[in-house]
């Protein structure tokens, strides 16, 4: 479905990202691991089409979007949940997720929003209240409603564990997993590197704006390198 | 009694007129993040479209102008600001100043440097007596739209989508985007929605001064600038009320100053205007942190 | 180092600033022969030169770009009024000056350096309000300061004669004049971009915090860097009074705000080349669109000359450039020595100028 070949991305003289080239398939959850600085951000900010790629090409459903404005892209099918979540706290819960319904055709919004409040009963209670009352957790799961809410093809998540208690922490691996048996295709960007190999079908670890190490949970599982020198001692619970 | 009440009701009006330009301003720059010096030359557009339209019906002559005005504003939109989107605040205020710049000597060029004569229909600024007050029509007509005006924005930015993208892009460009919302679309429904306002404002100041000139649109532009920054920059409603502040402050000057001081009445009012910046650099309505996570 | 080391570092060091104030000469000196119209456009653009450089000191260095700085220009002019025209002149225009001021006279250089340095104590000043200020709302607050003066000189008859044109101001500024005072201000320009406190400013114009983090006091650095700015522009105000001998208020309002603006960003807002190398190309500009404001012949059509066409043209120009290079035509470097940029393959640009590699983007995350 998502496929990057050679991608570099640069931030002003800097290539935060060197060459990566990686893919993931229909249905598939892959994991995108690795130190601080390692590029991870900046890969998502190139496929969701907020920075170009200096060289490379990203390619979806078969058709090379490098260059296409994100909302563009929300329409053709990829969608973002921000490192930071980045909520919109000055609107309510309600608008904030009826916000990409209006960007879609033909869709009953009321209907999808239901959805969202039965996925994360939390966001019921705050549906009139502004979104930044919220706790941090509590926007998290705004957020990945939010970017379901664009009804995406491909939905990727950029550490949507940080800075979260351990109990919501859970919760968003939850989620994770009930999208997973939706088929919803999933790119998940994270820091909690073992949680996350384990989690995902396929990871890659990116060392340095470069693709250090791929593999299957299991490949990947055995490959010391992988929890000590690649990720500095980040092992997880 | 009588005084005080007539200066409050001036202070109301023009307030009121500063609002609704303040307005105009902090729509564009809580979502561009830019200043646009050029929305005073909207406004002089809109007084030399109703000098240019000033023998039809009033009601034609009036939407005429608007139309004008938000043709003005889109085109400048596209033609001005578009290229440089994005780009670092001190870019986007110097072109919007060059804009300002070229529109002003566009009016010079194509009609002239003096003031033209542009009467609108008597009822518009006409003496009414309510009980012992000599009021003037406008000045009622100015408070009433400005609250009409500012209700109606109120309702469409809290229920409308484009109300509800728009609010959402003011608060942060990037990440509307990333929610399907078009860049281009929220912009120039901004632009038009701000032009609106600015021939609304154009059709009250003609009728207060009878004149249009080039330079008609100057003045009133600063005041919308600091209006906003002291309302609060990204904050609407801060200004309005800031817009409505300075409105009243300026009556207020011009009544208390004793007479060898009134000809500095503005620059009293800018020193005031400076004052309250260094006191409350955030603005008078407290926003949600707009500095960066560092 | 060897000897020829430090030749050589000295010579790249103090090349863009030698560069620049040979270009200017060599500019003046080809036209010396010129009309008497020649003569005025040259020494108008050096005029502009001196206040732009005072704009640059301040705007060019803090990255705050001032929108007032042109009242430092009225208070230059209107005390060089006050101290060079002649003392029985003086009583007759401005009767009501108060007695000290009515008998000073100054001439020649003191003149100038006294202009500029009451424009620099009013800079304290003010200064002391705006430092303080974040960028947005210190340029806007200083736009204030531009309609406060504006507007005290339009009134404060006994001083300014008010809207009144003020007249009588000795005329000495000639090409060779200008040149001279031109060609100081830029070496202090340089020097002061070259000392601590400038370094520090343009560290800070780059990253406000990391500045912070190294213990640089933004406010007390922008204050010098204002009140320098303040003289500066001052003396430009001195030169302008010296030079068409009569003025109003009008003059140091909008317009020219507007034209040095425009002389900055166009040249590059960010070096002192950008600042001088600005004012020579706008100046060039203005008096070929001044000439097609006075109407010309294309082949069989004529267009017919009309006032404001020439500020048009100039607004587009502007907006041409902020569209297409807006760092302006240095790109904010200095004048190097060395092969240009555009022979220069990719090599790291070498320690100099440029304090901190333009960051525009926002730091990677992760």
Same mark, same amino acid.
């Given at each position: 479905?998502?496929?990057?070949?050679?991608?570099?991305?640069?931030?002003?003289?800097?290539?935060?990202?060197?060459?990566?080239?990686?893919?993931?398939? +229909?249905?598939?959850?892959?994991?995108?691991?690795?130190?601080?600085?390692?590029?991870?951000?900046?890969?998502?900010?190139?496929?969701?089409?907020?920075?170009?790629?200096?060289?490379?090409?990203?390619?979806?459903?078969?058709?090379?979007?490098?260059?296409?404005?994100?909302?563009?892209?929300?329409?053709?099918?990829?969608?973002?949940?921000?490192?930071?979540?980045?909520?919109? +706290?000055?609107?309510?819960?309600? &608008?904030?997720?009826?916000?990409?319904?209006?960007?879609?055709?033909?869709?009953?919004?009321? +209907?999808?929003? &239901?959805?969202?409040?039965?996925?994360?009963?939390?966001?019921?209670?705050?549906?009139?209240?502004?979104?930044?009352?919220?706790?941090?957790?509590?926007?998290?799961?705004?957020?990945?409603?939010?970017?379901?809410?664009?009804?995406?093809?491909?939905?990727?998540?950029?550490?949507?564990?940080?800075?979260?208690?351990?109990?919501?922490?859970?919760?968003?691996? +939850?989620?994770?997993?009930?999208?997973?048996?939706?088929?919803?295709?999933?790119?998940?960007?994270?820091?909690?590197?073992?949680?996350?190999?384990?989690?995902?079908?396929?990871?890659?670890?990116?060392?340095?704006?470069?693709?250090?190490?791929?593999?299957?949970?299991?490949?990947?599982?055995?490959?010391?390198?992988?929890?000590?020198?690649?990720?500095?001692?980040?092992?997880?619970? | 009694?009588?005084?005080?009440?007539?200066?409050?009701?001036?202070?109301?009006?023009?307030?009121?007129?500063?609002?609704? @330009?303040?307005?105009?301003?902090?729509?564009?720059?809580?979502?561009?993040?830019?200043?646009?010096?050029?929305?005073?030359?909207?406004?002089?557009?809109?007084?030399?479209?109703?000098?240019?339209?000033?023998?039809?019906?009033?009601?034609?002559?009036?939407?005429?102008?608007?139309?004008?005005?938000?043709?003005?504003?889109?085109? @400048?939109?596209?033609?001005?600001?578009?290229?440089?989107?994005?780009?670092?605040?001190?870019?986007?205020?110097?072109?919007?100043?060059?804009?300002?710049?070229?529109?002003?000597?566009?009016?010079?060029?194509?009609?002239?440097?003096?003031?033209?004569?542009?009467?609108?229909?008597?009822?518009?600024?006409?003496?009414?007596? @309510?009980?012992?007050?000599?009021?003037?029509?406008?000045?009622?007509?100015?408070?009433?739209?400005?609250?009409?005006?500012?209700?109606?924005?109120?309702?469409?930015?809290?229920?409308?989508?484009?109300?509800?993208?728009?609010?959402?892009?003011?608060?942060?460009?990037?990440?509307?985007?990333?929610?399907?919302?078009?860049?281009?679309?929220?912009?120039?429904?901004?632009?038009?929605?701000?032009?609106?306002?600015?021939?609304?404002?154009?059709?009250?100041?003609?009728?207060?001064?009878?004149?249009?000139?080039?330079?008609?649109?100057?003045?009133?532009?600063?005041?919308?600038?600091?209006?906003?920054?002291?309302?609060?920059?990204?904050?609407?409603?801060?200004?309005?009320?800031?817009?409505?502040?300075?409105?009243?402050?300026?009556?207020?000057?011009?009544?208390?100053?004793?007479?060898?001081?009134?000809?500095?009445?503005?620059?009293?009012?800018?020193?005031?205007?400076?004052?309250?910046?260094?006191?409350?650099?955030?603005?008078?309505?407290?926003?949600?942190?707009?500095?960066?996570?560092? | 180092?060897?000897?020829?080391?430090?030749?050589?570092?000295?010579?790249?060091?103090?090349?863009?600033?030698?560069?620049?104030?040979?270009?200017?000469?060599?500019?003046?000196?080809?036209?010396?022969?010129?009309?008497?119209?020649?003569?005025?456009?040259?020494?108008?653009?050096? !005029?502009?030169?001196?206040?732009?450089? =005072?704009?640059?000191?301040?705007?060019? $260095?803090?990255?705050?770009?001032?929108?007032?700085?042109?009242?430092?220009?009225?208070?230059?002019?209107?005390?060089?009024?006050?101290?060079?025209?002649?003392?029985?002149?003086?009583?007759?225009?401005?009767?009501?000056?108060?007695?000290?001021?009515?008998?000073?006279?100054?001439?020649?250089?003191?003149?100038? !350096?006294?202009?500029?340095?009451?424009?620099?104590?009013?800079?304290?000043?003010?200064?002391?309000?705006?430092?303080?200020?974040?960028?947005?709302?210190?340029?806007?607050?200083?736009?204030?300061?531009?309609?406060?003066?504006?507007?005290?000189?339009?009134?404060?008859?006994?001083?300014?004669?008010?809207?009144?044109?003020?007249?009588?101001?000795?005329?000495?500024?000639?090409?060779?004049?200008?040149?001279?005072?031109?060609?100081?201000?830029?070496?202090?320009?340089?020097?002061?971009?070259?000392?601590?406190?400038?370094?520090?400013?343009?560290?800070?114009?780059?990253?406000?915090?990391?500045?912070?983090?190294?213990?640089?006091?933004?406010?007390?650095?922008?204050?010098?860097?204002?009140?320098?700015?303040?003289?500066?522009?001052?003396? =430009?105000?001195?030169?302008?009074?010296?030079?068409?001998?009569?003025?109003?208020?009008?003059?140091?309002?909008?317009?020219?705000?507007?034209? $040095?603006?425009?002389?900055?960003? #166009?040249?590059? $807002?960010?070096?002192?080349?950008?600042?001088?190398?600005?004012?020579?190309?706008?100046?060039?500009? $203005?008096?070929?669109?001044?000439?097609?404001?006075?109407?010309?012949?294309?082949?069989?059509?004529?267009?017919?000359?009309?006032?404001?066409?020439?500020?048009?043209?100039?607004?587009?120009?502007?907006?041409?450039?902020?569209?297409?290079?807006?760092?302006? #035509?240095?790109? =904010?470097?200095?004048?190097?020595?060395?092969?240009?940029?555009?022979?220069?393959?990719?090599?790291?640009?070498?320690?100099?100028?440029?304090?901190?590699?333009?960051?525009?983007?926002?730091?990677?995350?992760?």
């Amino acid at each position: 479905m998502l496929e990057l070949d050679g991608v570099a991305v640069r931030y002003g003289r800097t290539e935060a990202v060197a060459d990566v080239s990686l893919h993931v398939d +229909a249905g598939e959850v892959i994991g995108l691991i690795g130190p601080n600085g390692a590029g991870k951000s900046t890969l998502l900010a190139a496929i969701s089409g907020q920075r170009r790629a200096a060289r490379g090409t990203i390619t979806f459903q078969g058709r090379a979007i490098d260059g296409e404005t994100p909302e563009r892209l929300v329409r053709r099918g990829i969608a973002l949940v921000p490192e930071g979540r980045q909520i919109f +706290a000055t609107l309510t819960v309600e &608008e904030n997720l009826r916000l990409p319904t209006f960007a879609r055709r033909d869709v009953d919004a009321d +209907a999808l929003i &239901e959805r969202e409040l039965e996925r994360f009963p939390i966001l019921r209670t705050y549906l009139h209240q502004h979104a930044g009352r919220m706790s941090g957790g509590e926007q998290q799961m705004l957020a990945i409603s939010r970017a379901l809410l664009c009804g995406p093809r491909l939905l990727m998540l950029d550490e949507p564990s940080l800075g979260l208690a351990p109990k919501m922490i859970d919760a968003v691996f +939850a989620a994770l997993d009930s999208l997973r048996q939706e088929q919803v295709t999933v790119l998940l960007v994270e820091q909690n590197a073992t949680r996350t190999v384990a989690f995902a079908d396929r990871s890659y670890v990116l060392v340095h704006g470069r693709v250090a190490a791929q593999g299957t949970r299991e490949e990947l599982a055995g490959l010391e390198e992988v929890t000590s020198s690649y990720l500095g001692l980040e092992a997880g619970p | 009694m009588t005084q005080t009440l007539q200066h409050v009701i001036d202070a109301v009006s023009l307030g009121s007129l500063y609002a609704l @330009i303040a307005l105009g301003v902090a729509l564009i720059f809580g979502i561009m993040n830019l200043l646009n010096f050029a929305y005073g030359e909207l406004i002089m557009i809109g007084g030399y479209a109703l000098y240019f339209l000033r023998d039809l019906p009033f009601a034609f002559q009036a939407l005429g102008a608007i139309a004008v005005v938000v043709l003005a504003s889109v085109l @400048i939109e596209r033609i001005a600001f578009r290229p440089v989107r994005g780009a670092n605040a001190a870019v986007l205020l110097v072109t919007s100043f060059a804009v300002s710049f070229a529109l002003q000597s566009l009016a010079i060029v194509v009609f002239g440097a003096r003031a033209k004569g542009v009467s609108l229909p008597s009822w518009l600024d006409d003496s009414l007596a @309510i009980g012992s007050l000599r009021v003037s029509s406008l000045s009622l007509i100015t408070v009433g739209v400005a609250v009409v005006v500012l209700v109606t924005f109120a309702i469409f930015l809290k229920r409308s989508p484009m109300g509800i993208q728009m609010r959402a892009a003011a608060e942060s460009f990037g990440t509307a985007r990333l929610m399907g919302v078009k860049a281009n679309s929220v912009i120039v429904a901004a632009f038009v929605l701000s032009a609106l306002l600015a021939g609304i404002v154009a059709i009250l100041v003609v009728a207060q001064g009878g004149t249009v000139s080039p330079t008609m649109g100057s003045s009133l532009v600063l005041v919308a600038f600091v209006a906003t920054i002291i309302g609060g920059m990204g904050s609407l409603s801060g200004a309005a009320l800031g817009g409505f502040l300075l409105g009243a402050l300026t009556v207020a000057l011009q009544v208390l100053l004793p007479e060898s001081l009134r000809p500095y009445r503005d620059a009293f009012l800018y020193g005031a205007v400076i004052v309250i910046l260094v006191v409350r650099p955030g603005g008078l309505v407290a926003v949600r942190s707009a500095l960066e996570r560092v | 180092m060897s000897p020829r080391e430090a030749l050589a570092k000295g010579w790249r060091s103090t090349f863009p600033v030698v560069s620049l104030c040979l270009i200017v000469a060599l500019i003046v000196l080809v036209t010396m022969g010129g009309s008497e119209v020649l003569q005025r456009h040259v020494t108008e653009m050096l !005029v502009n030169l001196v206040l732009v450089v =005072g704009l640059y000191v301040f705007a060019g $260095t803090s990255g705050v770009l001032s929108f007032g700085q042109m009242s430092f220009m009225a208070i230059g002019a209107y005390s060089t009024a006050i101290l060079t025209i002649p003392v029985v002149q003086k009583q007759f225009l401005l009767p009501d000056l108060p007695g000290f001021l009515a008998d000073v006279h100054l001439s020649g250089i003191p003149a100038a !350096v006294a202009a500029g340095g009451v424009a620099a104590v009013f800079a304290v000043f003010i200064g002391l309000v705006i430092c303080r200020l974040s960028g947005l709302a210190a340029s806007l607050a200083m736009f204030a300061v531009l309609v406060i003066v504006h507007e005290v000189a339009r009134n404060w008859d006994a001083v300014t004669r008010g809207s009144r044109t003020m007249i009588g101001v000795p005329v000495t500024v000639t090409p060779g004049v200008a040149l001279g005072w031109a060609l100081v201000v830029i070496v202090i320009a340089y020097l002061f971009q070259r000392s601590a406190s400038g370094l520090r400013l343009r560290a800070s114009r780059e990253d406000e915090f990391a500045a912070r983090s190294i213990g640089v006091s933004i406010p007390r650095e922008r204050f010098g860097a204002f009140v320098l700015s303040g003289f500066i522009v001052g003396i =430009g105000g001195y030169l302008y009074a010296q030079y068409q001998g009569a003025f109003t208020p009008n003059a140091f309002f909008t317009h020219i705000t507007f034209i $040095t603006i425009a002389m900055l960003v #166009i040249g590059g $807002t960010k070096s002192l080349s950008g600042a001088v190398v600005g004012a020579i190309v706008v100046s060039l500009l $203005t008096n070929l669109f001044n000439s097609i404001e006075d109407g010309f012949t294309l082949g069989p059509v004529s267009f017919g000359g009309r006032d404001g066409l020439s500020d048009m043209a100039l607004a587009a120009f502007i907006l041409i450039i902020l569209a297409l290079r807006p760092e302006g #035509i240095t790109k =904010g470097r200095e004048l190097r020595w060395g092969r240009p940029a555009w022979l220069r393959r990719r090599q790291a640009a070498p320690p100099g100028d440029d304090v901190v590699p333009a960051a525009d983007d926002a730091r990677p995350a992760a």
